[in-house]
């Protein structure tokens, strides 16, 4: 095995190469032999300059996550990091790729920095539900000043090379290319030049943005943004301590609350969700010869809001889209949507003028299918109804070439049915978009009983780039997300028979982290989608109370925030939802018609009715192999159903709770609601039962 940490004199300086791949994450075996190099470079006498850089794609991209969840291992990060800034000979760190969390920490603890164009800067330890504990939280406010340093730890996002100089944390930026060559050209003139060791945290912080009321005005700046999350606001204490007491006492006190950090739920849950998002790409049994197939052009059948999301998700990632709909205004009213929203990304500054139009020059429209003779892909947005759908790919099938990958984006129907409608079934899966498709982050890719491993291959290549997770999923009524929504939109229905108001379940759904309570939710995806797919299902339970509320609105015409009033009442331009009286009393009327009995439901029986509904048919997904891990599940619904990260998904969720709790608790509602909807699990039954029952 190579060494993580290479030492080479070259001249006067002494090189330290930091090479752990793949991202050359601070591991243990890195943090020794970094150690070992400085000492070494301080001991010889003819160095005179020290010159840390990192083969490999990257600059340092934090301490090593998975080692977070191990007993800590001396020499720590905090302590190296200290003892290279007090180093008696300068110290200069040369970055490519990403400076992230401990790596920039790194960086920040090196005397001077340089870095390639490309090269981009961040802490994003927030994002793990952490904080930066090797000194950032202290160097950063001290280059950046207060508020930029707390904009970078806050968000999470990185900034780049410009802005990393303007900001002054960075010296010089290098532009030949070569970085080692121009960092040693650099480093030897700052050596002959006589520089000095120069440590960071020597320096005053640039005080002036931080008057008395500074700290309180950011806070409530960031209070939505960081509802529930614990990090952020210790983030806010570490700056506070900046700027008011000396540096090693502040240093301490980062270390305790990033210990508090580390220690807590939330930080296991996001650490959880780290690693679930890169192990969804990852598929067991895939055939490995499988190659990606090469896509280039891209069409979207049907050009309603999905189509036209789901194409302009694909111009964003540079694919060229044929836009394709039978109705001319249907195609022109896509078109239309989809240049308003490139108006608006412009106007909010996200992409420029020219960006914009390149996206529009890339976007084509057609009205035939002959149109699609050329596509590498074809996604499929048109009406959910398996009969529509059946037509279109038996269409497809004609007008397609061999060898173009054939999708349908429905969020229901059984894919097998409609790759049966083609004579090419292994080239058919379902590619489920979630609205709005060019923002929520989630792809489910089905996969058909026919779909072959290339195809599955090409969709997962394909949703890497446009910037999603895609997971992989199995073919059954609403695949994952949807089939697990059901039971949780159910609990929230029949709760509202039983006499809790719809903005009491929202308010307490929403406080417990998801983004969205469900009732608010339905009506802005529009009470009719549901319905319709309900009329479309064959197999829905004997039970007049099911769904029952949300029927009687679409009967009634209020289909939500589209129609000015669903579950809630709207005002013109006003997308607030206001408690509907009417609503209320039909409501009432309803149970009292069909004898639901009117009760107390805590705040606590709400949240354990919709998350354990979740939980249980989650663990049939996994039982049936619908899903492939349990960590995919959690993946999907924080990225499609507004799931709260910090909470790890339901099913990491469950396993915080124990298993054993989540049982009893199913098994307490089957004694009070009855064992139609409440029997738990099998999968549920015999973990929790087992002796050893902590996770999935
Ligand atoms: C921190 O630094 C705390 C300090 O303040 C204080 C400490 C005392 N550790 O994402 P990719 C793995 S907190 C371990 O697919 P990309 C990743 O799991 C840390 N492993 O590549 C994957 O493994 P596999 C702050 C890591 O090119 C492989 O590397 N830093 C780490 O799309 C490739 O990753 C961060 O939060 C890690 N730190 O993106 C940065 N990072 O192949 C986290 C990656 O087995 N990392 N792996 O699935 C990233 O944001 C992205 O990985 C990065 C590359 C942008 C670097």
Not at 44 to 54: A, M, P, Q, R, W
Not at 447 to 466: K, N
Request: proline content about 5%; hydrophobic content about 40%; some cysteine.
């Amino acid at each position: 095995m190579h060494p993580p940490v290479r030492y080479q004199i070259v001249d006067n300086l002494a090189i330290v190469t930091i090479d752990n791949p793949p991202v050359n994450a601070l591991s243990h075996p890195v943090r020794e032999g970094l150690q070992t190099a400085i000492a070494r470079a301080v001991e010889e006498h003819d160095v005179s300059l020290i010159l840390l850089l990192c083969a490999g794609r990257t600059f340092v991209a934090g301490a090593d996550i998975r080692e977070f969840g191990q007993p800590p291992r001396k020499p720590h990060l905090p302590d190296l990091l200290n003892q290279i800034e007090a180093c008696s000979k300068p110290v200069v760190a040369a970055i490519h790729g990403t400076a992230l969390g401990g790596g920039l920490e790194t960086a920040m603890a090196c005397h001077y920095r340089c870095a390639v164009r490309e090269a981009r800067f961040g802490l994003p330890e927030v994002n793990l539900g952490l904080l930066p504990d090797a000194g950032g939280t202290q160097r950063l406010p001290r280059l950046t000043g207060v508020e930029a340093a707390l904009d970078m730890m806050i968000s999470g996002r990185p900034i780049g090379a410009g802005q990393a100089l303007e900001t002054g944390l960075i010296d010089k930026i290098l532009d030949s290319g070569d970085i080692r060559a121009e960092a040693i050209s650099w480093a030897q003139s700052l050596a002959a030049s006589g520089a000095r060791p120069r440590p960071v945290s020597a320096m005053d912080v640039p005080g002036e943005d931080c008057n008395a009321g500074f700290f309180a005005d950011y806070r409530n700046r960031i209070a939505r943004k960081t509802r529930g999350l614990l990090s952020p606001e210790l983030i806010v204490q570490c700056v506070e301590d900046a700027v008011s007491i000396p540096f090693d006492q502040a240093l301490a006190r980062e270390r305790s609350r990033f210990m508090e950090c580390k220690s807590s739920p939330q930080s296991a849950a996001l650490r959880h969700l780290f690693f679930a998002e890169r192990e969804a790409a990852k598929i067991p049994g895939l055939d490995p010869s499988a190659v990606p197939r090469q896509i280039a052009k891209i069409a979207v059948l049907g050009a309603g809001t999905m189509g036209s999301g789901i194409a302009l998700a694909c111009l964003e990632a540079g694919f060229d889209v044929q836009l394709l709909d039978s109705n001319e205004d249907a195609l022109s009213a896509g078109q239309e949507r989809i240049s308003s929203l490139l108006d608006k990304q412009v106007e909010k500054g996200r992409i420029t003028a020219n960006e914009a139009a390149d996206r529009a020059r890339r976007l084509r429209l057609a009205q035939a299918y002959e149109a699609l003779s050329d596509a590498d892909l074809v996604i499929e947005a048109v009406f959910e109804s398996m009969e529509v759908k059946r037509d279109v790919f038996a269409a497809l099938d004609q007008a397609c070439r061999q060898g173009a990958v054939l999708a349908t984006n429905t969020s229901t129907l059984d894919v097998d049915r409609i790759a049966q409608a083609t004579s090419r079934p292994r080239d058919v899966l379902g590619l489920h978009f979630f609205s709005p498709a060019n923002v929520m982050r989630l792809l489910e890719i089905v996969r058909g009983a026919q779909t072959s491993d290339e195809v599955i291959a090409t969709a997962m290549a394909f949703a890497r780039r446009l910037g999603k997770v895609g997971v992989l999923v199995g073919n059954c009524f609403g695949f994952v997300g949807n089939r697990m929504l059901y039971g949780y939109g159910r609990e929230s229905q029949m709760m509202l028979l039983e006499g809790v108001p719809p903005e009491r379940i929202d308010r307490v759904l929403a406080g417990w982290g998801m983004a969205m309570g469900p009732h608010a939710v339905g009506d802005l995806a529009g009470l009719d989608v549901g319905y319709k797919i309900r009329r479309e299902r064959t197999d829905l339970p004997d039970d007049p109370c099911f769904y029952r509320v949300a029927d009687m609105l679409v009967e009634r015409g209020r289909l939500g925030q589209k129609s000015g009033s669903g579950m809630y009442d709207y005002q013109p331009g006003d997308r607030a939802p206001r408690p509907s009286a009417m609503v209320a009393q039909m409501i009432r009327e309803e149970a009292d018609r069909l004898g639901v009995a009117q009760r107390e439901v805590s705040d606590q029986e709400i949240i354990k009715r919709c998350i354990f509904a979740l939980v249980n048919e989650g663990a049939r997904c996994l039982d049936e192999k619908i899903a492939l891990r349990a960590s995919d599940i959690d993946v999907i619904w924080v990225n499609g159903y507004g799931f709260p990260r910090f909470r790890g998904g339901p099913m990491f969720y469950a396993s915080q709770l124990g298993l054993r709790n989540v049982y009893d608790g199913i098994c307490r509602f089957r004694e009070t609601l009855g064992d139609r909807y409440w029997r738990p699990a099998p999968l549920l039954e015999k973990l929790a039962l087992a002796d050893d029952a902590d996770g999935w």
